[in-house]
């Protein structure tokens, strides 16, 4: 099964059945790549996500302040924020290819594309895009497997 296409999502709810959907393909080892606004949903999303991976919700709180913070649940994940990450020496530093190849570990990263290069040849991933709709609570998602 497969997550690719764009879904119109009207309310926190409707996002938790999307980040179910996700859960559904997610079976270690794959990378998830989060970009949207700020407020968009991002963590929203993994906090979704990992409840469907078996994690308690309490546990996911944005890692702004450490870059990764470590979740451990049914499968680990490595849940990653690289909005205040100045360059790509900071994620070397921190040993980011090595978790990123770390074998049955889900790597989730919030704003991913702020450093693309370091995971684009990456696989398996599935890349989401969130954008703000016009009402309230609506997002417009797009999402891409890469396999
Ligand atoms: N459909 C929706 N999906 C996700 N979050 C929603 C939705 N509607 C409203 N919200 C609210 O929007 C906010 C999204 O915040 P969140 O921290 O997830 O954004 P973010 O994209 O991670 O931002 P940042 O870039 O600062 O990390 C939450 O307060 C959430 O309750
Ligand atoms: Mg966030």
């Not at 999502?9 to 409707?14: D, H, L, R, V």
């Not at 944005?62 to 990653?80: F, L």
């Not at 020496?89 to 450093?115: Q, R, Y």
Request: proline letters at 1%; glycine letters at 8%; one cysteine or more.
């Amino acid at each position: 099964m497969s997550v690719t296409g764009s879904y119109v999502i009207n309310s926190e709810a409707e996002m938790e059945d999307f980040a179910k959907k996700v859960a559904g393909t997610v079976k270690g080892g794959e990378l998830i790549t989060l970009d949207g606004e700020l407020g968009s949903g991002k963590t929203f999303f993994v906090g979704a996500l990992c409840e469907h991976l078996g994690i308690k919700r309490t546990m996911i709180c944005s890692p702004t302040y450490t870059i990764m913070r470590e979740i451990k649940g049914h499968v680990k994940i490595y849940h990653w924020d690289f909005y205040r990450v100045k360059s790509i020496d900071e994620l070397i530093a921190v040993d980011f290819l090595e978790l990123l190849n770390e074998k049955n570990t889900v790597n989730i990263i919030e704003w991913a594309s702020l450093f693309k290069e370091s995971w684009e040849n990456c696989f398996p991933r599935i890349e989401i895009k969130i954008e703000f709709g016009e009402k309230d609570e609506q997002r417009r998602i797009r999402a891409e497997s890469k396999s």
